[in-house]
């Protein structure tokens, strides 16, 4: 299974603020550590912020934070609502789909792939291997 750029991004986002909880932080900082668009990520932070895992601070001192705690924010859900689609193969296009054994067999993987990200928050994530903040562009 191959996860969208998208999901990537809200991903990143949401590591790179987990790790720093206690200030805000500017979308052009967070690019420029991880290498990557301010335009891409300007429309994953605005979801992210629509949704309410983000809070945003306007103003000359403003920024992004978390709006709740890490260990709150579950993978699994992250990653239900930045994926658009779970279809592995595009079965619904098949004409043998309805008698397939594949179609049920592909939907428990998905099944179990989720099951595997709902087990785990952003603070679990986060803890699992360390500090990752050296290895960032600009830190």
Do not use: W
Not at 41 to 56: A, F, I, N, P, R
Not at 64 to 83: F, Q, S, Y
Not at 91 to 100: K, L, Q, R, S, T
Not at 117 to 128: E, F, H, N, P
């Amino acid at each position: 299974m191959r996860l969208t750029r998208y999901t990537d991004y809200a991903m990143r986002v949401l590591l790179y603020l987990g790790s720093r909880p206690d200030r805000l932080c500017s979308i052009s900082e967070i690019a420029t550590a991880y290498g990557i668009s301010q335009n891409h990520l300007m429309k994953v932070v605005s979801d992210l912020v629509h949704t309410g895992y983000v809070e945003s601070v306007r103003g000359r001192s403003g920024g992004v934070r978390l709006a709740v705690p890490a260990k709150d924010i579950n993978v699994g859900k992250i990653i239900r609502h930045t994926e658009d689609d779970f279809d592995l193969v595009g079965c619904g296009e098949c004409i043998i789909a309805p008698a397939c054994g594949l179609t049920s067999v592909l939907d428990e993987a998905i099944d179990a792939f989720l099951a595997v990200l709902d087990q785990y928050s952003l603070a679990d994530v986060l803890a699992m291997k360390g500090n990752f903040l050296h290895l960032l562009h600009a830190s």
